[in-house]
């Protein structure tokens, strides 16, 4: 059992992210680099490229891979990540929702835009708990960024990464995000440096955003998304990222998310 310090859970909870250094061990990491190293030779139909061709690196994402890639499977049902997950929220239940892989690739120098997770998805609630690991040591320029306290100000108008298109929510409908990296002095911005075994929490409405990688270095990160005891199913008119074809079939509008797509992964003894 990993115990977070009153502090870190105080910080998660007003801030919207948290650190938690050395949470995983020598051997998770390794099982973990495993399962990332088999999904970028075989990625699902879901990966995407989120770099353009003039990049001089790249940068891939894929989603839901837990069904499939062993690693991944073992790594979230046998690691603490969902009991510090469950630590962060509260509550009596965590329900994995999904799996996020994230590399760039040396040189690349897309960033990652700043942002909002929750907008993205097809659930309403409030107690959610992303988890972002390295398996490669990230510093300062390429690590995760975040906006302190901006989980407790609403929903902000989700686009596309590479168009800044609202592909999912109409123009006008959500307010659109600040000018963080223009008026950087008008925010208190949360960024750790991090090593193989440390890893950062968020909440999923937490703006963040991520530069690129320099050199010869390499950031292979999966991001786990957990949800937590008011989690509800909000089935949405266009495509979520990530997609839960057929879900809607299945789960009626409002329902906590009781499917094999998202297993209990944590529960209170």
């Not at 911005?189 to 320099?214: K, R, S, Y």
């Amino acid at each position: 059992m990993i115990y977070l310090s009153p502090e870190q859970i105080a910080q998660y909870r007003a801030d919207g992210a948290t650190v938690v250094r050395g949470a995983f061990s020598h051997a998770q990491m390794k099982l973990l680099e495993q399962g990332i190293t088999r999904n970028m030779a075989e990625p699902s139909p879901l990966a995407i490229i989120a770099s353009k061709p003039e990049d001089p690196g790249y940068f891939i994402e894929d989603f839901c891979n837990w069904q499939r890639i062993d690693e991944y499977r073992r790594f979230i049902f046998e690691s603490p990540a969902a009991e510090i997950a469950a630590q962060l929220m509260g509550g009596d239940e965590v329900r994995l929702y999904h799996d996020h892989l994230l590399v760039k690739e040396p040189k690349t120098t897309a960033k990652t835009p700043w942002h909002q997770d929750q907008p993205y998805y097809n659930i309403d609630g409030t107690m959610n708990c992303s988890m972002w690991l390295p398996v490669d040591p990230v510093n300062a320029a390429s690590t995760l960024k975040f906006v302190a306290g901006s989980h407790l100000g609403g929903w902000l108008m989700p686009r596309t990464f590479m168009n800044n298109e609202a592909k999912w929510f109409p123009e006008g409908s959500l307010k659109e995000l600040p000018d963080i990296d223009d008026n950087p002095d008008q925010f208190k911005i949360l960024a750790w440096a991090l090593e193989p075994g440390d890893a950062v929490f968020f909440h999923m409405l937490t703006l963040h955003g991520a530069g690129g990688v320099a050199g010869g270095n390499r950031r292979r990160v999966l991001s786990v998304r957990f949800i937590g005891d008011d989690i509800t199913h909000a089935p949405r008119k266009w495509r979520t990222s990530p997609p839960f074809p057929g879900l809607v079939a299945r789960l009626a509008a409002g329902a906590k998310l009781e499917a094999e797509e998202f297993p209990v992964v944590w529960r209170a003894p």
